[in-house]
């Protein structure tokens, strides 16, 4: 989707200079961040992503930043992203904040402020997850929220790409899904 040809990393590639072989780097969707990563103890249940999936992630993200190369979070992507700036998560949503929506599956509504790669707007988006982001990490301004309040998108102020959405614009084939990844895209082909 949006012209991009896309190279599965994980722990352990050994890929000789990782870091500058690729144009910018995208997380995608995975299962929950260890609550010890934003120094909580477990008190709900969760799956547990592999702590060396979010330790590798959490290198990529930094180094990353370092060489200011674009970043797109999906889903855990995006509660990495805000981890990685101090920020926390609800463990579970349902759980955790009164009146939130049914966020494990479905559709809802969204509502999109103004922000610099995304269009403004009211959407609809899909919603497979239990967790979401809390407290938000530093330098990150959210931009996209649920009807029950919770952050749907969020990126780095004052940064060349890091954005963060909740959703997974990959399943759906739809404008503002399209959106997403072609201004990554564009980013990740801008002349450094």
């Given amino acids: 989707m949006a012209g991009g040809i896309a190279e599965f990393v994980y722990p352990g590639t050994g890929k000789k ?11 995608p969707g995975g299962k929950d961040v260890n609550p010890l990563q934003y120094n909580e103890d477990q008190r709900y249940e969760i799956t547990l992503e592999e702590q060396n999936r979010t330790d590798f992630e959490l290198f990529l993200l930094k180094e990353a930043i370092r060489r200011s190369k674009p970043v797109l979070g999906i889903c855990y992507g995006m509660q990495v992203i805000n981890i990685f700036f101090g920020g926390s998560l609800y463990q579970d949503i349902q759980s955790q904040k009164k009146g939130s929506l049914d966020h494990r599956r479905g559709t809802h509504a969204l509502a999109q402020y103004p922000n610099p790669f995304l269009a403004s707007g009211n959407f609809k988006v899909n919603s497979s997850h239990h967790q979401a982001v809390k407290g938000i990490g530093k330098g990150l301004i959210p931009f996209a929220y649920a009807d029950d ?20 614009p990959e399943r759906t084939d739809n404008e503002l899904s399209r959106a997403v990844f072609s201004s990554f895209m564009k980013e990740c082909h801008e002349p450094k």
Avoid at 157 to 168: A, E, I, N, R
């Fill in 17 to 27: 200079d990782l870091l500058d072989h690729f144009d910018g780097f995208l997380i």
């Fill in 149 to 168: 309040g919770i952050v749907e998108g969020l990126y780095l102020g004052g940064y060349v790409f890091l954005l963060g959405v909740q959703w997974h």
